[in-house]
C-alpha cells in the first residue's frame, strides 16, 4: 500500500534558541525551505525556498530592480537571517552591502543556517541600527554614499517607534545619494494599517515619489513595500 504521507514533508524545528532581544527565536525546515521564527512571527526565509519570490522579500527585490538597474553601495538596517542581502547579492552582483543587525543570536544563526558568510563584498554590523543611522562615520558609513537604503527592522512584527520619528528618517535620508532610494519594509495587518497610513503621509515631508505594494503574506499577514526618492 502506498504512504499517502510519502509526498508530504512535515516541517522540523532544527534549532530552538532564546536571545535576551528577540525572545524565542526557531528555525524551522520544511522540504527545501528554511525559516526564522521569531515568536509566531516569519522573520526570514532562505533565499533559494520555492516560496521565497512571491514573499515580501523576493518582492521588494523584484520592485527595486525596477527602479534601479545598478548599485554600487546598499545599507541594510535589520539583516535577520540575511534574505535581502542574499538576494540583493544575486542581482546585483558588484554591490557593496552593509548589514545591520542588534541580535548577536540572529547573526549566529544567519552564519550556521543561512550561508550567510557566503556573500561577497558583505560586511555585517552588530549594533543597534539607530545609532549607526545616527554615527555612521563611527562604521565607516560616509553621508550621501549610498544608492539604496532598506528599513526591515522588527520587534517580532512590530515595527520600532524610533523608525517612525522624524529625526530617523533624516538621519537616513543624509545617507542616501540624491537620486536614490529608501525602501521600507512594514508588516500589513489590520491593526497597523492605520499606523503604516500615518508613517506614510509622514514620510511625504522628507523624500519624494512614493510609492507602496502590498505584498500577501502567508495568513492574515500581508507586508507594505515602501518606495521613496531622496
Not at 530617523?168 to 494599517?193: S, W
Not at 523624500?207 to 492574515?220: F, H, L, P, Q
Request: glycine letters at 8%.
Amino acid at each position: 500500500l502506498m504512504n499517502i504521507f510519502e509526498g508530504l514533508k512535515m516541517p522540523r524545528v532544527i534549532y530552538n534558541v532564546e536571545s535576551k532581544l528577540n525572545g524565542r527565536i526557531r528555525v524551522v525546515e520544511v522540504g527545501s525551505t528554511r525559516k526564522i521564527f521569531v515568536g509566531n512571527f516569519i522573520q526570514s526565509i532562505n533565499p533559494d525556498s520555492p516560496s521565497c519570490a512571491k514573499l515580501c522579500w523576493g518582492q521588494l527585490v523584484e520592485s527595486l530592480k525596477k527602479r534601479v538597474t545598478e548599485m554600487d553601495k546598499v545599507l541594510i538596517l535589520g539583516m535577520g537571517g540575511g534574505t535581502i542581502p542574499h538576494l540583493i547579492s544575486r542581482n546585483y552582483p558588484n554591490t557593496e552591502i552593509i548589514s545591520v543587525e542588534y541580535d548577536e543570536v540572529m547573526i549566529d544563526i544567519a552564519k550556521k543556517f543561512f550561508n550567510i558568510d557566503s556573500i561577497p563584498n558583505h560586511r555585517i554590523i552588530n549594533d543597534d541600527a539607530l545609532r549607526v543611522v545616527i554615527e555612521p562615520e563611527n562604521y565607516e558609513i560616509s553621508l550621501g554614499s549610498l544608492d539604496v537604503l532598506i528599513v526591515d527592522i522588527f520587534n517580532g512584527d512590530k515595527f520600532p517607534d524610533l523608525g517612525k520619528t522624524g529625526n530617523f528618517i533624516t538621519a537616513i535620508k543624509k545617507l542616501v545619494k540624491p537620486g536614490g532610494f529608501l525602501v521600507f519594509n512594514r508588516i500589513y495587518k489590520e491593526e497597523y494599517q492605520e499606523d503604516v497610513k500615518i508613517f506614510i503621509d509622514n514620510l511625504g515631508n522628507y523624500i519624494k515619489d512614493i510609492e507602496s505594494e502590498v505584498v500577501a503574506g502567508y495568513t492574515n499577514s500581508d507586508n507594505i513595500i515602501i518606495f521613496g526618492r531622496v
